[in-house]
T-cell receptor
Framework: DSGVTQTPKHLITATGQRVTLRCSPRSGDLSVYWYQQSLDQGLQFLIQYYNGEERAKGNILERFSAQQFPDLHSELNLSSLELGDSALYFC???????????FGPGTRLTVL | AQSVSQHNHHVILSEAASLELGCNYSYGGTVNLFWYVQYPGQHLQLLLKYFSGDPLVKGIKGFEAEFIKSKFSFNLRKPSVQWSDTAEYFCAVNARGSTLGRLYFGRGTQLTVWP
């Protein structure tokens, strides 16, 4: 158990819909990262938040957005879903100077 | 541009065989290096990490990796694999000493160990 929690574990929805994925980092970790894992793209970095502020953006679509709340949990919002958005979405957190990241169990999103 | 290359897409071994998975990276700065393992249906777990110091690092479950700076490599090794090592292995790199800690991952190597 990494100490990072993600909900829900599985999500099945239809094209055009909007979903919200939730992540709670390890206690004390200020950074939260979101990654997408798909068969064709591998593990891709989406976005990083540090202490409530956006710090870095990766291959995140405009239809996707995220935020980190004062209690440091984070939400990833995916809208206008397409079949190609089906993937595993991982959240990771880190703290201190080592940038070692601890991964949550992931949310498996299936878009039908 | 930053990138991580893993040389083998799929490796098949018999139990007790030795393992070496290649990883090379391209990164314009000082790096931290990681190997993660993903067992079927599970999340990423850290096998080992290199931040600084001794370039030969030991991780969990008998794995080790050697950082060769001149070759930009961080190969993963295990002297004798077990059936339970069947999993996907990811090499990753990020910037040392920065709060911009995003990980760059390789495409992964699927290891299958036959009993």
């Amino acid at each position: 158990d990494s100490g990072v929690t993600q909900t829900p574990k599985h999500l099945i929805t239809a094209t055009g819909q909007r979903v919200t994925l939730r992540c709670s980092p390890r206690s004390g970790d200020l950074s939260v990262y979101w990654y997408q894992q798909s068969l064709d793209q591998g593990l891709q970095f989406l976005i990083q938040y540090y202490n409530g502020e956006e710090r870095a953006k990766g291959n995140i679509l405009e239809r996707f957005s995220a935020q980190q709340f004062p209690d440091l949990h984070s939400e990833l919002n995916l809208s206008s879903l397409e079949l190609g958005d089906s993937a595993l979405y991982f959240c990771a957190s880190s703290g201190g100077h080592t940038n070692e990241q601890f991964f949550g169990p992931g949310t498996r999103l299936t878009v039908l | 541009a930053q990138s991580v290359s893993q040389h083998n897409h799929h490796v098949i071994l018999s139990e007790a065989a030795s393992l070496e998975l290649g990883c090379n990276y391209s990164y314009g700065g000082t790096v931290n290096l990681f190997w993660y393992v993903q067992y079927p249906g599970q999340h990423l777990q850290l096998l080992l990490k290199y931040f600084s110091g001794d370039p030969l690092v030991k991780g969990i479950k008998g794995f080790e990796a050697e950082f060769i700076k001149s070759k930009f490599s961080f190969n993963l090794r295990k002297p004798s694999v077990q059936w339970s090592d069947t999993a996907e292995y990811f090499c990753a790199v990020n910037a040392r000493g920065s709060t911009l800690g995003r990980l760059y991952f390789g495409r992964g190597t699927q290891l299958t160990v036959w009993p």
